[in-house]
């Protein structure tokens, strides 16, 4: 097989370090060891969910989570009560993507 495509990747020293530690292990060069983690890798369908409702919630949420540290940075004023209503709120959510996904996971994939 002639190799003509070039792929980058960028890593930090650690990643990379990992990496040749990960190849060097199976005595495989860096390219050889990332060829082979691709050919053996399985795809999995993404679950179908409502992430644009989620999106949107979550956008919600974090925004006033980002308030409320902007407050305590700028003005060393900490909002207990939208912070605390944020959590609430994100601790009504999860359950909520949870179940969700549980359904996703059950239902049979094409």
Excluded: G
Aim: aromatic share 6%; with cysteine; charged share 35%.
């Amino acid at each position: 097989m002639k190799l003509t495509k070039t792929l980058y990747c960028y890593l930090d020293d650690e990643e990379l370090k990992e990496l040749d530690s990960d190849a060097a292990s199976l005595r495989l060069t860096r390219s050889e060891f990332v060829r082979k983690q691709i050919r053996e890798s399985k795809m999995i369908p993404t679950p179908k969910m409502n992430y644009a409702t989620y999106t949107l919630t979550l956008k919600s949420i974090l925004d006033r989570v980002k308030s409320v540290a902007d407050r305590l940075w700028h003005k060393v004023v900490f909002d207990v009560p939208m912070l605390r209503e944020a959590l609430r709120d994100i601790e009504e959510l999860m359950p909520k993507i949870e179940k969700e996904l549980k359904q996703c996971e059950q239902e049979p994939t094409e």
